[in-house]
C-alpha cells in the first residue's frame, strides 16, 4: 500500500471513530397523516428501525473509504503480472530469430534449449533483427508467453507481428494492423506492454530523417491510438531504446540528452515536454525490473574500455545497487537486459565476448546478479546457450 492510502485511510478512521449516533442529524419524521398511515400499515416499525441510524453512519464511512481507495487505485498502475517461471526461477520459453534462417521465428525451452515450434513468416515477408540498433532488442516480450516482432517485405514494407504461446508449447501468429504504413529508414523501435494489450512505436515519419520523431501507443483490442512527437532541431538525437516501464509508463533515451519517462495516460503530444527525465546521457536505459519501480542503466567508464550496469530508482533516479562491470569494451552502453526476476536479483543479459573475431559478433547469454563482475559476485552462462548472433540479439524471455 502507498503512503497515499495508507494517509486516507487514517485519516477516514479518525473521522469514522468521531461518528456517534448523537452526531447524525435525526430521520425526518413524516406528517401527523403520513406517520398514522404507516403506523396502520406497519405497528411499531419505527421503534424496530432505529438501529439503523449507527448502520447507516457506518455505511456511509465504508463507501467513502471505498470511494477513496478506488480513485487512489485509478490514478495507479495496475499491478503487475507475475511471470511464469519454472524450477529454476526462469521463464520456460525463449523466443529467437535464427539469424541463418530469417523467415523463421523459434520458440525454444529454456532449460533444454529444444526447440518446440517453428514458425514461417507469411510470404513474401522475412522477420528482421534490429542490426540498426534502434531498439535494445529486436523481439519485444510481454508476460513469458506473448512475443512482438518486426517483419518486412522485398519491398521494404514493414509489418508487426504477434507471437502468443499457449500453455502447452503451441504457437501462432497474428498481424497487427498499423495505423499507417511504415517503411525502411524510418528508426522504428516497438514495445509490447506488460500485459500485453498495447504496441509503443517510435518512428521517424519522414525516411532517412531522424530529427523529427513520432511515439504511438495502440490499443491492440481496439485500434485506438495516441500520438506524441519530437523534434530535435537537427542535432540527430533520435528516441532510441523503446520499452515499456509498466502498463501505462513508457521509457526511452535520447543518447544526446539522456533517460525518460513518459505517462501514456496522461494529457500532452509532445514526446519530451511531457516526459521525465531520469537520467543524463551518459546512462543508456536498458531495461527495468517487473514492478517499474527499477530502471537498469549502463554508462561507459575509462574512456570507453569499460561499461558498468547499474539499477536505479525510476522515481529518483539514483543508483540503487551495482550490477558490475561488463566483459567487453562498448560504445554507449552494455547489451540489453533480456529478462529480470521478480525482485530483480537475478538478470539475463547479453555479452559480446570476442570484438576482433571475424564475421558476426556471437553473444554469451547468461544470468548477472548484483555485483557480478567484483569479487563474491557471479556471471553464470546459460546451459545450453540460446542459439543467437549477431551484436543485438534477437531474442526475449
Not at 25 to 51: K, V
Not at 204 to 224: E, W
Not at 278 to 300: I, N
Amino acid at each position: 500500500m502507498t503512503r497515499l492510502e495508507d494517509r486516507i485511510l487514517r485519516d477516514l478512521r479518525i473521522q469514522a471513530d468521531r461518528i456517534t449516533p448523537s452526531s447524525v442529524p435525526r430521520l425526518r419524521l413524516p406528517g401527523p397523516d403520513e406517520y398514522r398511515t404507516r403506523i396502520a400499515w406497519h405497528p411499531g416499525s419505527w421503534r424496530r428501525l432505529t438501529w439503523l441510524v449507527p448502520l447507516a453512519a457506518a455505511a456511509a464511512v465504508a463507501a467513502v473509504i471505498i470511494g477513496a481507495l478506488t480513485a487512489v487505485q485509478a490514478i495507479h498502475d495496475p499491478a503487475p503480472r507475475r511471470p511464469v517461471t519454472g524450477p529454476d526461477g526462469l521463464p520456460p520459453y525463449y523466443v529467437y530469430l535464427p539469424r541463418e534462417f530469417r523467415s523463421t521465428v523459434v520458440v525454444a525451452r529454456t532449460g533444454t534449449g529444444a526447440v518446440i515450434r517453428t514458425l514461417h513468416a507469411p510470404s513474401p515477408l522475412f522477420f528482421e533483427d534490429d542490426e540498426g540498433g534502434d531498439c535494445t532488442q529486436s523481439v519485444s516480450a510481454a508476460g513469458d508467453r506473448e512475443f512482438a516482432l518486426q517483419a518486412t517485405s522485398a519491398s521494404y514494407a514493414v509489418r508487426i507481428f504477434l507471437l502468443q504461446v499457449g500453455p502447452a508449447g503451441g504457437a501462432r501468429l497474428s498481424a497487427v494492423h498499423l495505423p499507417e504504413k511504415l517503411g525502411d529508414n524510418q528508426e522504428l523501435c516497438y514495445s509490447l506492454s506488460p500485459d500485453g494489450r498495447q504496441l509503443a512505436l517510435t518512428f521517424a515519419p519522414r525516411p532517412a530523417h531522424a530529427d523529427v520523431m513520432t511515439v504511438q501507443v495502440m490499443t491492440l483490442a481496439t485500434g485506438d491510438v495516441r500520438q506524441w512527437s519530437y523534434t530535435d532541431k537537427g542535432v540527430g538525437d533520435p528516441v532510441r531504446d523503446l520499452t515499456w516501464v509498466t502498463s501505462r509508463t513508457l521509457g526511452y533515451w535520447l543518447p544526446l540528452s539522456g533517460t525518460y519517462l513518459l505517462d501514456t495516460t496522461a494529457a500532452g503530444h509532445h514526446l519530451v515536454a511531457d516526459s521525465r527525465r531520469v537520467t543524463g546521457a551518459q546512462d543508456e536505459f536498458q531495461g527495468a525490473s517487473p514492478d517499474g519501480t527499477r530502471l537498469f542503466v549502463a554508462h561507459s567508464e575509462d574512456g570507453g574500455r569499460h561499461a558498468v550496469l547499474d539499477e536505479i530508482s525510476a522515481r529518483t533516479g539514483k543508483v540503487v545497487r551495482t550490477f558490475g562491470e561488463c566483459l567487453f569494451a562498448c560504445d554507449g552502453g552494455a547489451e540489453p537486459v533480456l529478462w529480470s526476476d521478480p525482485s530483480a536479483d537475478r538478470l539475463i543479459v547479453a555479452e559480446s565476448l570476442n570484438l576482433k573475431a571475424a564475421g558476426p559478433q556471437v553473444d554469451t547469454i547468461g544470468i548477472l546478479k548484483p555485483d557480478g563482475r567484483k569479487a563474491g559476485g557471479a556471471f553464470t552462462p546459460l546451459r545450453p546457450q540460446p542459439r543467437v548472433e549477431g551484436e543485438i540479439p534477437g531474442l526475449a524471455w
